[in-house]
């Protein structure tokens, strides 16, 4: 069986999302060299189509990160640099409706390590297909969906191809979705997980039950949130036992100026505080982080003409010293083509660029 390309989209970036899928989002916030610092949906399941942040009608996107040397810039223009090894170079593949059909991801030698597909019928995904090399399959992912588009079984298949689990949802008359269960191949309940909702339709309660397999551990998540239905409040709690809390405040945008991350007995794991202009756009990011020691920093941003990221500079805290900076350069439709990144700690200059093909 032969398998040309695909996607690794859930950990990099956003998902176009039903409304099916309000309320029961985790958020996970990550820097990749496609798309900025992007907030993630890992919905459940309830994808209906995979995009990146891209600005125009794209077609395909290859994106490289380089050592580099001997940059040259000319008013706001990358113009030319000395390519190094290559640490990362990722292809992506899009529909006209800026669906994401499919990802070819490459080793350092510039051959195709992994890919993804992604298949569409009416506007809703129905298949993923990851591959090693291009064309031996590791598993393929098919979902089922209802007359009202609700999806309600979705199939997971080995390497050869053989259906190994099923995922069963269960929604009520508002079309929440109460409950997820996984099967086995024996048919047998291995994840069985509940999902309460307040009257505006915001998830307040996630229980992962107990069921009969061991390595399964019952899990709650209990969530609230304000008038304007942003999440403010979130814990984590792991066979009875508080393993974590996330507080959350936001300003009168909705965008969010302080999180914190506490652990099950209230001492301060982490914290962010954000600062915006005028137009709601973010101009500061501190940040604070205990773990083996504990890690300060600050992110100070400035912004071109356009209203597009400039330049990143971060900051130890402490001593008030920069140690990181990337620049960004775009091109005529908004979106940045390079991202020059200089980095004090290692004494390292990558470029990470980006060539864009428009329909």
Known sequence: MFYNLTNHLLKQMTVNKSNNSKGYLKWIRIFVFVCFVVQVFAADGQETVLSIQLKGSVRRLYAYTHLAKDIVINKN???????????????????????LLAENRFDDKDVISRSYIYTYENDKLVDITQAYAGKFLIQRTEFKYDKTGKKYREFVYNNKDSLQKTIVYEYDTLDNLVAKKTYNILHWVTIDTRYQYDDRGNCILVDNLKTATYSNKPYQEVRRFDDRNNLIYQSYTLQDSLNWEYIVRYNKMDSLIYEEVRD???????YSELKYNK????????????????????THYKYNKEGNIHTETVYDTKNKTPFLTRTYFYDDKGNWIYCLEKDKRTAMTLVHSRRIIYY
């Open 77 to 99: 223009t990358l113009v030319s640099y000395e390519k190094g090894k290559v640490l990362n170079h990722v292809e992506y593949i899009f529909g006209k409706n800026g669906a």
């Open 264 to 270: 099950g007995e209230g001492n301060l794991l982490s």
């Open 279 to 298: 137009h709601n756009k973010r101009i500061l990011l501190k940040q604070y982080k205990r773990d083996i020691e504990i890690s300060e920093r600050e």
